[in-house]
């Protein structure tokens, strides 16, 4: 029997376990949207003349980051939008996903700048992946990902790069640092207010919303985005606690959201116990560093 919405007599398209209301199109994209707004503005003011970055795959995720910032920001004349794609160098993978990414980029009228493992590290992901190292694929990629967006982001005038991590991915993020006791990379999680000579500010539009509703959203609204899964995913450390985190969801809804937001509550803590280091430039390639040579370049010379 179909659903009528909790808001008025349409039929439902969704049911939000966590709050048990059901959703027409239209409440469901208000509902949505009102939330990354809201988020948005908890995570630090953005003034004028500020140049946003939009770090894009072509995935879900990234697709809908791209158009709600350009929504919400787009609007602001000392405003400007970017986007860049990071190229792994994934072969049946990433080319597809850049395509998608790049119409979206001229639907909207957003310039888009990609960056290739291979120019900037000298190896593709399949390249380091012939390797076989102990340390596994999703080690060197999240890496050198960073590495490449910092690097890209400055080169292109950056003020905030925006990513799209969903309510999914800060969950697991934050138990998996919990779980390693890792509390000093917990106390660096992005969102940033606070910035750090040489790195550019993470924002997170969707980190309130649930990755299935990422989904829906972009179906709604009529989308393009690569629904293909990285190959080397499957032997991801990230995985178990994806599993976990969705165990515990399925058992309880709005176990995602209490993992935020106790993670929130206490967040200002860990920065007052954890301040954020002094960096030094990297003797290899000036990035900034905590140590005398950045983990990018130790990972480079590991794979050379």
Partial sequence: MTKTCSKCSKSAVTFIRYNGTHLCRDHFIRYFEK?????????????????????????????????????????????????????????????ESINIASENCKKLGIEHY???????????MDEIASKHDELGECSYCGVFRRLCLNKKSKEL??????????????????????????????ARLGPHKKIQPGLIPRMFPLRVIPEKEVALYAILKNMEYHDGECPYSIRAYRG?????????????????????????????????????????????????????????????????
């Fill in 35 to 95: 939330r990354v707004k809201k988020d948005i503005k908890k995570q630090g003011r953005t003034g004028d003349n500020c140049k946003i970055g939009i770090a894009i795959s072509g995935g879900k995720d990234s697709m809908v980051a791209l158009h709600v910032t350009n929504d919400i920001f787009s609007k602001r004349e000392k405003i400007d939008i970017i986007a860049i794609t990071v190229n792994e160098g994934i072969k049946g993978y990433r080319d």
């Fill in 114 to 124: 990609i960056v290739s493992f291979k120019d900037m590290v000298g190896k593709t």
């Fill in 157 to 186: 005038g950056v003020d905030k790069l925006v990513t799209g991590h969903n309510l999914d991915d800060m969950a697991q993020s934050i138990l998996m640092n919990f779980v390693n006791g890792d509390v000093k990379k917990l």
């Fill in 240 to 304: 178990v606690f994806r599993d976990i985190v969705d165990d515990l969801e399925y058992r309880n809804p709005g176990t995602r959201h209490s993992i935020l937001n106790s993670y929130d509550s206490i967040r200002e803590m860990l920065l007052d116990k954890f301040p954020p280091v002094g960096l030094n430039s990297c003797r290899e390639c000036g990035e900034p560093t905590s140590q005398d040579i950045c983990k990018a370049c130790i990972f480079k010379d590991r794979i050379s």
